[in-house]
């Protein structure tokens, strides 16, 4: 089918954290965009979510002016205490590469406030209730999408640019011929919302061994989101009674919270299988950004981070040659090649800790500097809020400086402890 003329710049399929994002920034670079979303419903969100948005996505958040709408939402600043073997680590204030906190809303707030934004931004037409079905290409690009709407009426939109912002099963992609690559999830996850929890000063926690991961993200309206992932070889005995296990399993960490002492909200969510997956962020004609480039293991809160972050690159790279009426391929190839050098290294790490591994020896010298030294305790935040990257995290330099500190301390203390003998003698 060939279409003469375009509809819009940009064809963006998915109205979610992603979709949302991309389209208003797209908008706001003075490009005309269609917004595809398949769910009629204003207040549609995301159920499968616990919705602890890392700070590094706070720049984005600024720039969509939604900080200050989430916080009117009540939405908390995260700041995270996080328990490992070695002890308590604390999340500071802001330092260098790190702003210091993000956000904990829930996904029924958060969805329908970014959705209103993108209806009400100048050049977005939004397109609810309308599925995206056919892809078409020309020239070796994709050229076209077409959507069909509850009626069964089909349109077909014909961008300079479409985006798949349509999540981790992403219908575009298929459509395109994209494949999904993906390693395996050794654990099952579960969570549920609580009140009357202790909010700990707002402050989320998270207990991480090698076993599995535990958390606790106080939210607004006085709601906490238990949190616990676990081997799957567990998974029999936790599904008996996913409610009492997630109790029993959080009541056993180092100051763990009492979940029965608690109201819960809403039901007890789970999931056992969930791969981490990756797809090629761009071929020509057609960009992915999102979950639909990259979903994984969810234990890390790092998806809404990575959805926002994508959108904001996938504009710096295109919006210039799209304004231009000029080629894009080449900007959607440095679009996929900044979202690889980016997020290449996290998801690996996040893969490889997934196999459900041992601790390695240069994380365990990681985890237990940061538990002595506000220096490494930082850089460990930095790192696991996504601010700096793996390589950054494990330089070389770094890692030799947190041996050093591991070392320190630890002969400091057998001097201690040796002291009185020797006196004796
Ligand atoms: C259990 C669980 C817990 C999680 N916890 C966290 C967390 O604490 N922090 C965090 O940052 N991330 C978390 N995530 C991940 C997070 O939910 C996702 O990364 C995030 O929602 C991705 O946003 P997105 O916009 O890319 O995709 P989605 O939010 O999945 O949105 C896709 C949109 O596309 C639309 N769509 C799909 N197909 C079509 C079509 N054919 N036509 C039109 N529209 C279509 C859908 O209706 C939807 O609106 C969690 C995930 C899970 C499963």
Redesign the pocket.
Known sequence: MVIQGFTHDVVV???????CAAAILFARSGLTVAL????PDPAAY?R???????SSALPVLERLGLDRAIEACGGVRNRLDLHTRWGWIREGEAAPGHPGHGYNLRRSRLDPLLRARAATTPGIELLAG???TGLGREGGRVAWLSVRDRQGSERTLRGRLHVG????AS??ARLAGIEARQTENARF?Y?AAYRGLDPNGGRSRMWMGEAGISYTFPNEDGLTIAATTLPKALLPDFKADPEAALARTLAALPDGPNLTAAERVGPV?G?VD?PNQGRAAAVPGLAL????AL?VD?VW???????LRSAEWLVAATADALLARGPVDRALRSYARRHRRTLAGHAWHIASYARGRRWWLPERIMFEAAALDPHHAGRLFAYASRNIGLTEFMAPTALARAAATVLRTRLAGRRRRLGPRIEAV
């Open positions: 399929v998915g109205a979610s954290v992603a979709g595809v979303e398949r769910d995301k499968l979510c616990t919705h602890y948005i890392q309308h599925t995206a912002a349509d999540g981790r219908p575009v996850f969570y969510m999931f969930m950004v999102g979950d639909a979903s969810p809160g790092t998806g809404c981070a990575f959805a």
